[in-house]
């Protein structure tokens, strides 16, 4: 049961232009959704995050959009450099009494900047 | 910056032995998870573990995996008789109190199971 889609396993985006990265999720009870990035032999790294109360996140070159109603987010990252190279995961969550939930993690996503 | 250590970075085993696989989370962090990743699949939630107890646990975590946090610092994944399906990277998490999201993972254990 895939709770946390993506459905683009690779994509590849030109130095200097803008990396989409999409997550479709199917369970409602999530809300609050991350990205994290992931480098070979390395953990993921937390990049950015959104409670289910915004529809948008910014920390510098990276941005996340929500849309509830479409149980959609998207990563935005501009301008793409090639230290954004690496596999990039959507997680989601739902907030509990104990407050910190598991998170469940989608596929992943293989982003490759070109120089 | 604080990291999560994990140990080794790399096990090779024999199918039916036992394995542990070590962490030392954040000093501060009282939150600790184990995840893992089998080769080209997404990253699943094994275990949650808070105050010295299971806090939540997922359908993977049967009764060959156990969790121990025996001297305040270390915190052991434990599986007593690996099978071949348990090859994957196992990544150990933390994260400190108030701080909801945004785990700290170890660089991970590669275990392979032959």
């Known amino acids: 049961d895939q709770q946390v889609k993506q459905n683009s396993p690779s994509l590849s985006v030109q130095e200097g232009r803008i990396s989409i990265l999409n997550c479709d999720y199917t369970?409602?009870?999530?809300?609050?959704f991350l990205w994290y990035k992931k480098y070979p032999a390395e953990g993921p790294t937390f990049l950015i995050s959104i409670s289910s109360i915004k529809d948008k996140n910014e920390d510098g070159r990276f941005t996340v959009f929500l849309n509830k109603s479409a149980k959609h987010l998207s990563l935005h990252i501009v301008p793409s450099q090639p230290g954004d190279s690496a596999v990039y995961f959507c997680?989601?969550?739902?907030?509990?009494?104990?407050?910190?939930?598991?998170?469940?993690f989608g596929t992943g996503t293989r982003l490759t900047i070109i120089p | 910056e604080p990291e999560v250590t994990q140990t080794p970075s790399h096990q090779v085993t024999q199918m039916g032995q036992e394995v542990i696989l070590r962490c030392v989370p954040i000093?501060?962090?009282?939150?600790f998870y184990w995840y893992r990743q089998i080769l080209g699949q997404k990253v699943e939630f094994l275990v949650s573990?808070?105050?010295?107890?299971?806090?939540?646990k997922s359908e993977i975590f049967d009764d060959q995996f156990s969790v121990e946090r025996p001297d305040g610092s270390n915190f052991t994944l434990k599986i007593r008789s690996t099978k071949l399906e348990d090859s994957a990277m196992y990544f150990c998490a933390s994260i400190a109190p108030g701080q909801l999201y945004g785990y700290t993972f170890g660089s991970g254990t590669r275990l392979t199971v032959v």
């Open positions: 369970n409602s009870m999530f809300d609050y």
């Open positions: 573990f808070y105050n010295n107890e299971i806090s939540e």
């Open positions: 000093s501060n962090h009282l939150y």
């Open positions: 997680a989601a969550s739902s907030i509990s009494n104990f407050g910190n939930e598991k998170l469940t």
